[in-house]
């Protein structure tokens, strides 16, 4: 008898550990992420007309790799930015406006499972956005994002997936900082609230009602930095992940710059961060693996990785599908609207009066009956040839749908306005062997600063005055207005009329206020004109009824000393442009 209890005990220690493992359960998810695709949906630029790399029609081909491994079980996040970048864009949201958008359809047809809200999505404005959020068929979500006659969400503040028994929740933000950018008329009746706020209040919300497994932080907002306020930080990924104890994995985009991290949060939990930056040349791909008893989460492992999709085949099933939209577009932007008689370049503006940008300042004054102008290069290093002007040169020429302003300054403000541009702009020489521009080697890989130190879309100059910037001297003593352009005198005490953007106009990158000094809740008064469309329309307009453009530089302003300014500018010219 007692060897017969001895065999029992000893059959049920061996079987133990199987009865044990099979009450256990391993479920594997991968989720991807695309942030700040800007168009590149298709494999070919528009604007340059040429083979474009990467794009969502590489990144459909990985996923449905992972999809064909692992089914149900890979989730595909969608992060923002998506309305605006190629002319397919702009087709879709100003000229097609009946169609559904594209970049609902490609949302659709790649099947995401949820999709964030980025601020160049905003930027298109109600009539646009409110349409592509009825578009698109995964939920559409911001939680930050307020609707101000309802005191809720204006779209959901997030979703929630099942796969094989594990339930996720994706809790989606937007950067706050859009009404430092944009007319309120284009986000009328919505509030942007404390990221961090919001994070801490709906994460207590998903605990509390929905018990998921896992969160995901889905935030169309940088790692740090940026516009910060009393009321909120442009760029607060980061932080989040570090202070708001709950996410298992936090995808962020907004700052064009890829990051792949692990964190410890303030509850000593690790929170895998990734950007894969922009233009759908690279994405996020994270893997969680859950070991499940009984239902429940015994252990949880996520990791991430940042997958290069430039060399991925395209997905042909994908393009046969587009394709159509894809011939809308090329006849769009191969429409000839003028002719220049010599090329220019963006290069050329960060070296002192340029063709480029003074073609647009001039332009500027001609459309609007300004004074004086601002403008600056709104791409790193874009150019217009000599010959035939078209469509798709436009966004060559203006890369963003601001509106265009005109503005009430005092010279004062004018001169300030120009001081902590030029501060941002170039370094203050000690000797002639100093840099000229501000420079930084840790942006070389930023696809926003691409080596500058500071954003090159901030570094205005002027026409309609003639000017020296003395880069011997320090801050806000470099800029020396001498006259305006027609001869008559400059007076700091006078109110001039200025033409700028609406990003400017409305605060953005902080020239008018932190620079010129005005309080941003003046800055509405000081509006006297704002065009009904978009400046690039009225650029277009006025190329096509001049027919022979012949961009020139106005030379109405220049850095000094000569001397120091000429060898260092050739330098920099070098390590810019190779």
């Known amino acids: 008898m007692k060897k017969l209890i001895a065999i029992s005990l000893m059959a049920l220690l061996a079987i133990a550990p199987v009865m044990a493992k099979k009450k256990t359960k391993t479920v594997k998810l991968h989720v991807i992420e695309t942030s700040d695709v800007h168009g590149s949906f298709f494999p070919y630029d528009f604007i340059n ?46 000229i097609d406006e009946k169609s559904t958008n594209v970049a609902a359809e490609v949302v659709n047809y790649m099947k995401y499972d949820a999709q964030a809200i980025g601020n160049h999505d905003v930027e298109t404005g109600h009539a646009v956005y409110d349409k592509w959020i009825q578009e698109v068929k995964c939920p559409v979500i911001g939680a930050n994002v ?195 008689k010599n090329s220019i370049y963006t290069r050329d503006c960060y070296f002192g009066s340029s063709a480029f940008n003074d073609f647009i300042l001039n332009l500027e004054l001609q459309i609007t009956g300004a004074d004086i102008s601002f403008n600056a290069p709104l791409s790193f290093d874009a150019s217009i040839n000599e010959g035939p002007v078209y469509v798709s040169d436009m966004f060559n020429l203006y890369k963003f749908e601001n509106q265009l302003y005109v503005m009430r300054l005092t010279g004062e403000e004018i001169r300030k306005h120009l001081e902590m541009s030029y501060n941002l702009w170039v370094n203050t020489m000690t000797s002639p062997d100093d840099h000229l521009l501000l420079l930084s080697e840790s942006t070389r890989g930023d696809q926003q600063r691409l080596g500058f130190k500071n954003f090159s879309f901030n570094f205005d100059s002027a026409a309609g005055i003639d000017y020296e910037v003395d880069v011997t001297k320090p801050e806000g003593q470099k800029v020396k207005i001498l006259r305006m352009s027609n001869g008559e005198p400059f007076d700091e005490a006078k109110w001039y009329k200025v033409a700028i953007n609406s990003y400017r106009g409305n605060g953005g990158g902080e020239l008018l206020t932190r620079g010129a000094g005005i309080p941003r809740d003046s800055l509405e008064s000081r509006i006297i004109w704002r065009s009904d469309r978009d400046q690039r329309y009225y650029l277009m307009k006025e190329i096509e009824e001049g027919g022979v453009m012949d961009p020139q530089p106005n030379n109405n302003w220049r850095f000094v000393p000569e001397e120091w300014v000429k060898p260092a500018a050739e330098r920099d010219r070098k390590i810019l442009f190779k």
């Not at 790799?65 to 100003?94: A, H, M, W």
């Open 49 to 94: 007309r040429k083979p474009k790399r990467g794009t969502l029609a590489r990144v459909s081909t990985y996923v449905n790799k992972l999809r064909s491994e692992f089914g149900e079980n890979v989730i595909l996040l969608e992060n923002g930015d998506i309305l605006q970048g190629q002319p397919t864009c702009y087709y879709y949201n100003f």
């Open 146 to 340: 307020i609707d101000l006659a309802t005191g809720k969400p204006y779209v959901e503040p997030y979703t929630i997936l099942n796969r094989d028994g594990v339930k996720i929740a994706v809790l989606g933000l937007l950067t706050p900082a859009i009404p430092n950018w944009l007319p309120e008329k284009i986000w009328t009746g919505m509030q942007f609230e404390n990221m961090v706020a919001s994070a801490r209040y709906w994460i207590d919300v998903l605990q509390k009602t929905e018990k998921p497994d896992v969160v995901i932080g889905l935030f169309h907002s940088g790692r740090e930095g940026g516009i910060v306020t009393d009321e909120y930080e442009e760029n607060a990924s980061l932080r989040i992940a570090k202070e708001v104890p709950g996410f298992d994995l936090v995808f962020f985009g907004h700052d064009h710059t890829r990051f792949n991290e692990t964190v410890t949060n303030t509850a000593g939990k690790p929170v895998v961060c990734l950007n894969p930056a922009n233009n759908a040349m690279t994405l996020a791909d994270s893997e969680i693996e859950l070991t499940l008893r009984k239902g429940k989460v015994i252990d949880k492992k996520v990791s991430g990785q940042l997958v290069d999709v430039v060399d991925e085949p395209l997905d042909e099933e994908f393009m046969a599908y587009f394709k159509p939209h894809m011939d809308k577009v090329n006849e769009f932007v191969n429409r000839k609207i003028g002719e220049f």
